[in-house]
T-cell receptor, first 114, second 108 residues
Framework: EAGVVQSPRYKIIEKKQPVAFWCNPI?????LYWYRQNLGQGPELLIR????????DSQLPKDRFSAERLKGVDSTLKIQPAELGDSAVYLC????????????FGPGTRLLVL | RKEVEQDPGPFNVPEGATVAFNCTYS??????FFWYRQDCRKEPKLLMS???SGNEDGRFTAQLNRASQYISLLIRDSKLSDSATYLC?????????FGQGTELSVKP
């Protein structure tokens, strides 16, 4: 069974540029998460989707970050404009039937903002 | 203060050693507890869930003390392949909250 797929794996951009990350969850997983992991820290939740609905986006910096999960399958996370402090690994995870179930993480997108 | 705090690392141990990781959480409403493992430049993967009665999976033993809000992970007979960062995780209000991780390096 294929795992969580993310692209791109690496991205280098200059500050103030836009960037987008894509995630395809494990087939049948209705819950999808975006996390940000800074160096030396654990992942921090940005947004959680149950099917198409964003049920927890309290930690998403809405002035510059946006996300969508059309049709309740794959998802896109966007940053516009990027800032130096956005340099991090952006992880997508999915689970079946909500956050109390095991979350499976994708390999992440490593973003460097110059 | 972070909601989930772990021992600062790194831990450097020889093969065969027993090593213990400690973790505390600050919110008594936390409902579920886990240890995740993260290899260098890889994604986190579930190592084991943690139950109040304590649970064991081979060389790994996890303990939870709800009264003290304390979680532990014991690794016996360490292997080189155990080298990784171990993340303490609590579930609360529909989300997972991760600790900062403790790095383990097992040397020959």
């Amino acid at each position: 069974e294929a795992g969580v797929v993310q692209s791109p794996r690496y991205k280098i951009i200059e500050k103030k540029q836009p960037v987008a990350f894509w995630c395809n969850p494990i087939s049948g997983h209705n819950t999808l998460y975006w996390y940000r992991q800074n160096l030396g820290q654990g992942p921090e939740l940005l947004i959680r989707y149950e099917n198409e609905e964003a049920v927890d986006d309290s930690q998403l910096p809405k002035d510059r970050f946006s996300a969508e999960r059309l049709k309740g399958v794959d998802s896109t996370l966007k940053i516009q404009p990027a800032e130096l402090g956005d340099s991090a690994v952006y992880l997508c995870a999915s689970s079946f039937l909500g956050p109390t179930r095991t979350q499976y993480f994708g390999p992440g997108t490593r973003l460097l903002v110059l | 203060r972070k909601e989930v705090e772990q021992d600062p690392g790194p831990f450097n141990v020889p093969e065969g050693a027993t090593v213990a990781f400690n973790c505390t959480y600050s919110n008594s409403a936390s409902q579920s507890f886990f240890w995740y493992r993260q290899d260098c430049r890889k994604e986190p993967k579930l190592l084991m869930s943690v139950y109040s009665s304590g649970n064991e999976d081979g060389r790994f033993t996890a303990q939870l003390n709800r009264a003290s809000q304390y979680i532990s992970l014991l690794i016996r007979d360490s292997k080189l392949s155990d080298s990784a960062t171990y993340l303490c995780v609590v579930g609360r209000g529909g989300k997972l909250i991760f600790g900062q991780g403790t790095e383990l390096s097992v040397k020959p």
